[in-house]
């Protein structure tokens, strides 16, 4: 069978104060939304590393205060996230899916699985406040660190670490990066909302289908334009 044709481009964009010029390589056919997402944080990552430039990063390998904040993904990041869950051996996906349980009990338990038109930061506030480790985090450190969501990228502080574990966040100086992210919701259908990584297995079982198919670089466009509307 022939190799996949892929498209390349360099993409030049004005983000906020930032400007950014990144090789972007998609697959040239049709494809899942799912399958630019490798693409998009490697965009993502671009942007971060324009905005932390010259700035001195306290977020290290093993604080992993934030990794109990809510993190808000997209459908087409659930559909990747949830392809790379299924694809691990059975043993390893099963200490996985019991953490998910045991996240999505606790959430019930706290009546915080539903929005139920609760403002974002009320939300994720009360959501914090429960101490919730990431499923996916592992001796304070996330285990898929090269397949995070995007808004995980977007997160970095240059205040001491330690302050991070505050339940109101106080002295906690964020790296002011675009919210990039952003776009992503909505990419395969602009009624599309968010969920909380930790209630994965249970968007799982009642998720649309696959959705429909566009060339990788139609995808990219799509993501573009959710940037600029978003006003990213």
């Excluded at 109990?68 to 869950?85: A, D, M």
């Excluded at 675009?178 to 259908?189: C, T």
């Excluded at 994965?200 to 696959?210: E, F, I, N, S, T």
């Amino acid at each position: 069978m022939a190799a996949e044709a892929h498209s390349t481009a360099t993409l030049r964009l004005s983000v906020g104060d930032l400007r950014i010029a990144h090789p972007i390589t998609v697959p040239s056919g049709p494809v899942l939304a799912a399958d630019v997402v490798p693409a998009l944080q490697g965009l993502v990552n671009a942007v971060v590393a324009a905005a932390e430039a010259g700035k001195a990063i306290s977020c290290r390998k093993g604080c992993g205060a934030c990794c109990r904040q809510l993190v808000p993904i997209s459908r087409t990041e659930g559909e990747r996230l949830l392809s790379t869950v299924l694809a691990l051996p059975t043993e390893r996906r099963a200490v996985l899916e019991a953490r998910f349980a045991a996240a999505e009990a606790a959430l019930a338990a706290a009546d915080l699985k539903e929005r139920k038109g609760r403002p974002d930061r009320e939300l994720s506030t009360a959501y914090f406040a429960l101490g919730i480790p990431c499923p996916f985090l592992e001796e304070e450190s996330c285990s898929i660190h090269p397949d995070r969501p995007l808004v995980c990228r977007e997160y970095l502080v240059t205040s001491p670490p330690e302050l991070c574990a505050g339940p109101e966040q106080e002295g906690v100086t964020p790296v002011p990066v675009p919210k990039v992210s952003l776009a992503a919701r909505g990419l395969q259908d602009e009624r599309e909302e968010w969920f909380p990584l930790a209630l994965l297995m249970d968007w799982a079982k009642r998720r649309p289908g696959a959705g429909s198919r566009r060339s990788g670089p139609e995808w990219i466009q799509r993501f573009l334009k959710g940037m600029s509307s978003k006003r990213a």
